[in-house]
């Protein structure tokens, strides 16, 4: 019966701890188009991302992540590398000038 108890409470508390070591994140990520979206979530498909989801209209990143390998800090600098100003972060000139030229939010262009 003791041995049953320690199996239980060993399992819980393997999952507890799997549990406490993600976490969820939502930012603004500037973006206009469908090709936008994609590029972002592309940019997240990376290990210790558990999920990313995009939402072109609200023009916010939902990311669930493990705590061991990101960060805010991170998870921003993951949008900015890839040409997308976040809330806290600006990409750098030259990310942005490698995005299609329909994506360019700074100039206010939309695809057609």
Known sequence: ??????????????????????????????????????????????????????????????VVYKTKKWNEETLHKTATAIGHDTDKFTATDEAYANIHGCCRYRDHQSCS
């Open 1 to 62: 019966m003791m041995t049953r108890f320690l199996l239980l409470a060993a399992a819980a508390l393997t999952a507890f701890s799997a549990q406490a070591q993600k976490a969820e994140l939502t930012f603004g990520v500037s973006a206009l188009c469908g090709m936008c979206e994609q590029r972002i979530e592309a940019a997240f498909d990376q290990k210790g991302i558990v999920a990313a989801d995009y939402n072109l209209e609200t023009k916010k990143l939902h």
